[in-house]
């Protein structure tokens, strides 16, 4: 749980200026991928605790003595009474999840205890703070025998100073990583996708001037192509100072002096190459400060609706996308790697696609980083998945920081043009007020970017003729329609969806975000045998047929690019707990319904019209 950004700033500023050594959960810390920042990559000592011993004595109250094991004690004489020792437990690689590094631990939902030793000398007048990619779920981090802090999500990043606490040698970091579902957490207990555990993406050191560049934003302002607006902001003592924002190949160098609280906005006018899936223009763009400075590439593009139209750069656009899990291709696991962000666009490419949908959690940076370099828009989204608990002001609180972590990770991404608050949530008075507040925080947090959710809209009859109205109350306050449907999978037959016609009861594009069925790769049959390539190609001929009559459909992110891991999936010698809804598998053999999507992006493509029809 994390306090908001500014508190957490003056909290971080007035524990600095105080001289204070409690360790807080900082403000997280922009772009760290570019600052001289070494990973703590490779083998970790980890203790897996399947009964909580490491902070639980056997009556269930919190240990604090030697026992705790982030105390990482070592027996100080032979008769001493120590049952633990990192030192000599088996390792695990960081990042990565737990599940697929041990056959043992795959389906394990627990406490695993993390342990990193590393020698530091900080020089004086030099800040330190120690980063996290991601760990799943619940994450207590401590150092040196003291608890830093707590971070729950499992898909975004979170800090903490470790300035006053660092030691020049043999420090100990323990991290203690749960991933145990809850009803109240995001997401809740049940999803149908692999609850992997672990930290799952870097771990960085990241030294700092006293006084640094904690976060900035540098992008086109909403709707206008010919003018930049943004923000800086600074952290530490020396708040007031001159920053310059430079973009060296396009002339540009513009001057501002942050205020009281490190922070200053700007404004001025450009006239730069706009980013494209065509055209995946990226400037390097440097702000330096008086004490700092930091340099990141950056795209420029506007995105906006009119209509039932999306406008990339003023200009219509049709949304040719597919969903992606974060699993990793060929060896499957929790995705966080650059080789792994290549490859699952490159396949989406391969499709013909510029759009992906990262469902259902927020991936790795590296995947929006690569999005931007490869020119491929995306739909970024938060596991408000399923039924989650509206009621519970502490699941909407967490829900709100999980949204403003990604929004402050990815704010720069031009790839970047949808952020997502929910997946299948039910319609209810609590559900709209919960998800009416997200869509609010997104569009403050952000107002330059789209805000959507993925629906489920309900069929009506008139004699035999089926018409599906979007209808959802909370489409009202969003900026696009996402809907999922699995007509001729899990509702009627594949040839139904002939007869099946689409309205809105808003005038918003629409982006069909689900729909598909399951094959298994190399298992074939007539179209009407469930699970063969045949039954889904066939599906996928009358999906294309159907949303080619959807007069105001401006996007498809069908439901699945790679098959994927899942709890829910048992049917043996065809699932083996792996959702096949793929169009590749984990290896990137193609299904026959992948060159049936392929031809119709083609068409698309070739056409460049927005209109499927
Ligand atoms: C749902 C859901 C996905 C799920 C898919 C399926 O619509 O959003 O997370 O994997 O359907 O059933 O395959």
């Given at each position: 749980m994390r306090l908001s950004r500014t508190s957490v700033l003056a909290v971080a500023v007035a524990f600095f200026c105080a001289g204070f050594s409690e360790a807080q959960v900082a403000p997280l810390i922009a772009n760290?991928?570019?600052?001289q920042a070494p990973t703590f990559d490779g083998p970790w000592h980890v203790i897996v605790d399947p009964y909580d011993v490491g902070s639980l004595d056997y009556r269930a109250k919190a240990l604090s003595g030697?026992?705790?094991?982030?105390?990482d004690h070592k027996p100080q004489s032979p008769s001493e009474l120590v049952e633990y020792d990192f030192d000599t437990s088996g390792q695990l690689n960081?990042?990565?999840?737990w599940n697929t590094q041990r056959d043992s631990l795959l389906f394990y939902e627990g406490t695993v205890w993390y342990k990193r030793a590393f020698n530091y000398a900080l020089a004086p007048h030099r800040r330190l703070f120690v980063h996290f990619g991601?760990?799943?779920y619940l994450a207590t981090v401590y150092l040196n025998g003291e608890e830093l802090g707590q971070h729950q999500g499992g898909f975004t990043p979170f800090d903490f100073e470790i300035t006053d606490r660092v030691?020049?040698?043999?420090n100990f970091l323990i991290v203690k990583v749960n991933n145990r579902r809850s009803?109240?957490?995001?997401?809740?207990?049940?999803?149908?996708w692999w609850n992997y555990g672990g930290i799952t993406r870097p771990v960085r050191l990241i030294e700092m001037s006293e006084?640094?560049?904690q976060d900035y934003f540098v992008q086109l302002a909403?709707?206008?192509?010919k003018q930049v607006a943004g923000w800086v902001q600074l952290n530490g003592p020396q708040a007031r100072q001159k920053v310059t924002i430079r973009i060296p190949e396009a002339g540009i160098s513009q001057s501002v002096e942050t205020d009281a609280k490190g922070r200053a906005g700007f404004s001025f006018p450009t006239d730069l190459q706009l980013w494209s899936p065509e055209n995946p223009k990226l400037y390097q763009v440097e702000i330096a400060s008086e004490t700092d400075k930091v340099s990141d590439r950056i795209g420029f593009r506007t995105i906006e609706t009119h209509d039932n139209d999306i406008l990339l750069n003023g200009k219509p656009v049709f949304l040719r996308g597919v969903s992606i899990h974060a699993e990793a291709p060929f060896?499957?696991?929790r995705a966080w790697s650059e080789a792994d962000a290549q490859t699952l666009l490159g396949w989406a490419k391969g499709l013909g696609c510029n759009f992906v949908r990262l469902a259902h959690y927020p991936h790795s940076e590296a995947m929006l980083r690569m999005a931007d370099e490869m020119g491929v828009m995306v739909w970024g989204e938060v596991p408000?998945?399923?039924?989650?608990?509206?009621?519970?002001p502490a699941t909407l609180q967490n829900a709100k920081n999980q949204l403003n972590e990604m929004i402050e990770r990815d704010?720069?991404?031009?790839?970047?043009i949808i952020y997502s608050v929910a997946n299948e949530t039910p319609i209810s008075d609590a559900r709209n007020r919960f998800l009416g507040q997200l869509i609010e925080e997104a569009h403050s947090a952000d107002p330059t970017r789209l805000v959507s959710a993925a629906l489920q809209a309900n069929e009506s009859f008139t004699g035999n003729h089926i018409t599906i109205t979007?209808?959802?109350?909370i489409a009202a306050n969003l900026d696009v329609l996402g809907n999922n449907e699995y007509i001729g999978w899990?509702?009627?037959?594949?040839?139904?969806a002939d007869a099946i016609d689409w309205e809105s009861k808003y005038d918003k594009p629409l982006i069909m975000s689900e729909f598909g069925g399951d094959a298994l790769f190399g298992k074939h049959g007539d179209?009407?045998?469930?699970?063969?390539e045949e039954y889904q190609e066939n599906l996928y001929i009358h999906q294309i047929a159907m949303l080619k009559?959807?007069?105001?459909?401006?996007?498809t992110t069908p439901w699945i690019l790679m098959d994927f891991r899942s709890p829910r999936r048992t049917l043996p010698g065809i699932e083996d707990y792996f959702n096949?809804?793929?169009?590749?598998?984990?290896?990137g053999e193609k299904k026959k319904a992948y060159f049936v999507l392929q031809d119709f992006y083609r068409q698309l493509s070739n056409t460049s019209t927005t209109q499927t029809k």
């Open positions: 760290v991928t570019s600052r030697n026992s705790a094991f982030f105390k960081v990042p990565g999840d991601a760990a799943n030691k020049p040698r043999d009803k109240e957490f995001v997401p809740t207990v049940n999803t149908d006084t640094f560049i909403k709707s206008s192509p060896r499957t696991g408000v998945y399923w039924t989650i608990e509206w009621e519970n704010h720069n991404r031009a790839a970047l979007i209808n959802d109350p899990y509702t009627r037959t594949p040839a139904e179209a009407g045998e469930r699970w063969t009559r959807i007069s105001f459909l401006r996007g096949r809804k793929g169009l590749v598998t984990t290896q």
